[in-house]
């Protein structure tokens, strides 16, 4: 594994989530109680041995690279560990890029400095947990110009067909065709959007796509080279869970779906944990009388209310008589006396204040942006 890189691209399009990544990149949206999108790629990169990990940041990644700092908690604060890659800003380029491969172009030299022959290039609004061993190996294996690991679109939650990527995948692995942004998918095959190939053949691709004035690495690269037959691309079954989070709906529905024994034990396997920022708190607190049942409750919260069916992060305080039904509660955020929430999405450090009641559809949850009081 010494010879394999890693890139995270931050810059998706999150105009579907609304007051969740207005201030934020989807890669450090709250999930699971205690963790953030990007924890997911990070780990699954360290348990596979890659220890040359990048970064690359558009917009709102303040809170990333807060939540990321050094790399302390992923062990990449090495000599050759975690590289973060902000905008890069010429009379050209203002740092907003128009796609992955524009992204890719502007950070050449991070591709031409690193020593590894390979890399793994993912995304980062996919919540998986994957060691890429034997992905990598299949790759090489395979003789392929270029791996793409996809999943069943039955078992591929969470995902919208229009910002979703469905495969054709032979007998022998080989990518066949590729289908991207239908709204009714013809392919079986969905694309977790994750590649491995040569770091040196990724240059070359980039750099033919930049002097042909393309965008989408996508579009412009993978399909147009696979329906040309230019480029030999192999496909590599993840058959674990995945969920794509590109929607309000898609990220209430995960982590809903975590309250289940079952996916938690997929997500979370003992011999792969998910690494996060360490947040020193007392356990959480249950005052006399309190019910809870159901529930993701992290350290540091206070419950003295009832919570049912709910997802707390930390810090949470839910006070005397207030009601917590089928929502999300993102860290520090606080439920006073006598409110009533259910089907709720609060974001850090929000207030109901007392005798409050938020009650929404299960369809159509109610997004409470930060800091917001109500």
Request: glycine share 8%; charged share 20%.
């Amino acid at each position: 594994m010494k010879d394999v890189m890693g890139l995270i691209y931050t810059g998706e399009n999150d105009i579907h989530l609304g007051e969740l990544t207005s201030q934020r990149a989807v890669a450090a949206l709250p999930i699971a109680g205690r963790y953030r999108v990007i924890d997911f790629q990070l780990s699954s990169m360290v348990h596979t041995g890659i220890k040359n990990v990048g970064v690359i940041t558009q917009k709102n990644y303040s809170s990333l690279m807060d939540h990321i700092g050094s790399g302390r908690e992923w062990d990449l604060h090495g000599k050759q560990g975690l590289v973060m890659l902000p905008p890069f800003l010429t009379r050209e380029n203002m740092g907003v890029y128009t796609g992955l491969l524009d992204a890719l172009k502007s950070n050449a030299n991070f591709l031409r400095l690193s020593s590894q022959e390979y890399i793994v290039l993912t995304n980062s609004h996919t919540v998986y947990n994957i060691d890429f061993t034997d992905a990598l190996r299949d790759h090489v294996e395979s003789g392929a110009d270029l791996t793409i690991l996809y999943t069943h679109g039955s078992k591929f939650t969470g995902t919208d067909s229009e910002n979703g990527t469905y495969l054709s995948v032979s007998e022998d692995g080989t990518v066949t065709g590729m289908e991207i942004g239908s709204a009714v998918p013809t392919r079986e095959c969905a694309s977790l959007k994750i590649y491995i190939t040569k770091r040196e053949l990724l240059r070359q691709l980039v750099e033919q796509g930049a002097a042909n004035g393309l965008h989408s690495f996508e579009r412009d690269v993978l399909q147009r080279n696979i329906n040309q037959g230019n480029l030999k691309v192999h496909g590599y079954e993840y058959k674990g869970l995945a969920c794509q989070i590109d929607s309000i709906q898609s990220y209430f529905n995960f982590n809903m779906s975590l309250l289940n024994s079952d996916v938690r034990r997929q997500l979370f396997p003992a011999d792969r944990p998910v690494y996060t920022k360490v947040r020193d708190d007392l356990p959480a607190r249950y005052v006399e009388d309190s019910q809870c049942s159901g529930s993701l409750v992290a350290n540091g919260c206070v419950i003295e209310g009832t919570v049912i069916n709910s997802v707390l992060f930390r810090g949470v305080k839910i006070a005397k008589g207030a009601v917590v039904k089928n929502s999300i509660i993102m860290q520090d955020a606080q439920i006073q006396e006598g409110a009533e929430i259910d089907h709720c999405i609060l974001d850090k450090q929000s207030v109901i204040r007392r005798n409050g009641r938020l009650i929404a559809p299960a369809a159509y949850p109610i997004v409470i942006a930060k800091n917001v009081v109500i």
